[in-house]
């Protein structure tokens, strides 16, 4: 090994053949000279196959243009004593891998000179941070509306920043799920975020599970507990319904987002976090600050990114995309029934209705009616009984002075499905006038509308 003392080179070759990661050296002109065991599995290239080569031997050709980091420190002007980043390598075989490299400078002298080198095969990793961040990002929000592709586009561009984000929207609309997607497309992404639901717990116990208490601090405590806060630290806090917060919390929060450092419950000492706060409401804040219930002050510091989260009356074109979505989503948990999808007759209605309650009342509809249907297809009769859903019978025409005959009393009792009321009301006739007709007909009731 050129450049490296003779008397360490045997030892150091006995001792990167003990990693388990990939090794090599290679000297001032960028030439290879000691590979170990771990290196020749990872990369499929034998020792005499590459020694005394370029390094580029191991790398995607095009990447290197003679300043790389690896070329980078064997310059005389930029040597740095050590360099770490992820790159793509070619095996023997022509597999495209990512590999992490770390290089640090051994040996220097009389223009001499040998850098160490170390490689880990980090592709399935990668793909699985990959897929990780399709899982809590874009891929579990459904819409294809342009208000929705804005959204995501927001999204995007906030979430690399370390800014406070406050998303509104009525319940239902989904902001959990925008609040994963800021974290999840943010460099924060591999650590925890960490969900509190303000409206859940009682005053008293809020500030102890956001702060965390020690020993003694109140009845019950009978440990030291981290906050919520704190667990968080390096990634993010999602405060769900924050416009429930009382005033004594907000007054600390406040502070929290000032200052980054929390106080548990009895004790004086300041804690340092690094987070990033992501709030949520369904509540017109700007009211609740009028009505005196939240702070002013808390509002301007929460408000620096705000995102606005449509109701789904207002994006109808996204109906049919969750529709498939939550329809599929079903069929992935039943194993005893089949749903292959849902008729244009109810497609139309799941289309008109409002949806007060918004995806969430979506989802909850479409697996009543993934229950109920029969055949595969979710129709009409499949929806649950919203009044939306279930239009008042037609009136026939006016039958003043007109006979009831015993097909018309018939037919009237068929189309309300036999509900005594709503066929008297189809005839204009009283109630006990058309019992008093089916009893001359001899038309019987329904035995579960038989009096017991």
């Known amino acids: 090994m050129q450049g490296i003392p003779a008397s360490i080179k045997a030892p150091l070759e006995k001792a990167l053949n003990v990693l388990s990661e990939a090794a090599f050296i290679y000297d001032e002109n960028m030439r290879i000279q000691s590979f170990n065991d771990a290196a020749e599995t990872i990369t499929g290239y034998e020792r005499k196959d590459v020694l005394g080569q370029k390094c580029?031997?191991?790398?995607?050709?095009?990447?290197?243009?003679?300043?790389?980091?690896?070329?980078?420190?064997?310059?005389?002007?930029?040597?740095?004593?050590?360099?770490?980043?992820?790159?793509?390598?070619?095996?023997?075989?022509?597999?495209?891998?990512?590999?992490?490299?770390?290089?640090?400078?051994?040996?220097?002298?009389?223009?001499?000179?040998?850098?160490?080198?170390?490689?880990?095969?980090?592709?399935?990793?990668?793909?699985?941070?990959?897929?990780?961040?399709?899982?809590?990002?874009?891929?579990?929000?459904?819409?294809?509306?342009?208000?929705?592709?804005?959204?995501?586009?927001?999204?995007?561009?906030?979430?690399?920043?370390?800014?406070?984000?406050?998303?509104?929207?009525?319940?239902?609309?989904?902001?959990?799920?925008?609040?994963?997607?800021?974290?999840?497309?943010?460099?924060?992404?591999?650590?925890?975020?960490?969900?509190?639901?303000?409206?859940?717990?009682?005053?008293?116990?809020?500030?102890?599970?956001?702060?965390?208490?020690?020993?003694?601090?109140?009845?019950?405590?009978?440990?030291?507990?981290?906050?919520?806060?704190?667990?968080?630290?390096?990634?993010?806090?999602?405060?769900?319904?924050?416009?429930?917060?009382?005033?004594?919390?907000?007054?600390?929060?406040?502070?929290?987002?000032?200052?980054?450092?929390?106080?548990?419950?009895?004790?004086?000492?300041?804690?340092?976090?690094?987070?990033?706060?992501?709030?949520?409401?369904?509540?017109?804040?700007?009211?609740?600050?009028?009505?005196?219930?939240?702070?002013?002050?808390?509002?301007?510091?929460?408000?620096?990114?705000?995102?606005?989260?449509?109701?789904?009356?207002?994006?109808?074109?996204?109906v049919p995309h969750l529709v498939r979505h939550f329809i599929s989503n079903w069929k992935g948990l039943s194993r005893n029934k089949t749903v292959t999808g849902v008729s244009d007759a109810a497609l139309r209605l799941l289309m008109d209705y409002a949806w007060p309650g918004n995806v969430r009342e979506l989802e909850n509809a479409l697996e009543h009616a993934c229950i109920k249907c029969v055949g595969g297809t979710i129709k009409p009769e499949d929806l649950p009984m919203i009044p939306a859903f279930r239009p008042a019978l037609p009136k026939p025409a006016r039958r003043k002075n007109l006979k009831i005959t015993k097909k018309a009393l018939v037919q009237a009792l068929k189309e309300s499905d036999h509900n005594q009321t709503q066929a008297a009301q189809l005839l204009e006739i009283h109630r006990i006038t058309l019992w008093r007709k089916m009893k001359e007909f001899g038309i019987p009731a329904p035995a579960s509308r038989r009096p017991a």
Do not use: W
């Open 56 to 318: 580029v031997s191991l790398f995607d050709r095009s990447l290197c243009l003679d300043n790389c980091a690896l070329c980078m420190t064997v310059k005389e002007d930029a040597s740095p004593d050590k360099v770490s980043f992820d790159s793509p390598f070619v095996r023997k075989d022509g597999q495209k891998r990512m590999g992490r490299f770390n290089a640090g400078l051994m040996h220097k002298e009389n223009g001499r000179m040998a850098v160490l080198v170390s490689l880990m095969d980090v592709t399935e990793l990668t793909r699985l941070k990959k897929e990780i961040k399709g899982i809590h990002s874009f891929n579990n929000i459904i819409g294809k509306s342009c208000v929705m592709r804005d959204l995501y586009e927001t999204v995007k561009n906030i979430a690399p920043y370390n800014s406070t984000v406050l998303i509104q929207g009525e319940s239902g609309t989904g902001k959990e799920l925008f609040a994963q997607a800021v974290h999840y497309e943010s460099a924060r992404a591999d650590k925890k975020i960490v969900k509190v639901n303000c409206s859940a717990l009682s005053d008293s116990l809020m500030e102890s599970e956001l702060f965390g208490h020690v020993r003694g601090s109140f009845t019950g405590a009978d440990r030291d507990r981290m906050g919520r806060f704190e667990e968080a630290d390096g990634g993010a806090v999602f405060l769900d319904e924050i416009g429930d917060l009382n005033h004594s919390v907000q007054v600390k929060l406040l502070r929290v987002l000032q200052e980054k450092c929390v106080e548990r419950v009895g004790e004086n000492k300041t804690r340092q976090v690094d987070i990033r706060i992501i709030a949520a409401t369904h509540k017109n804040l700007l009211r609740e600050i009028e009505a005196g219930r939240f702070r002013q002050d808390l509002y301007y510091r929460l408000n620096v990114v705000p995102l606005f989260i449509p109701p789904l009356r207002e994006r109808k074109e996204d």
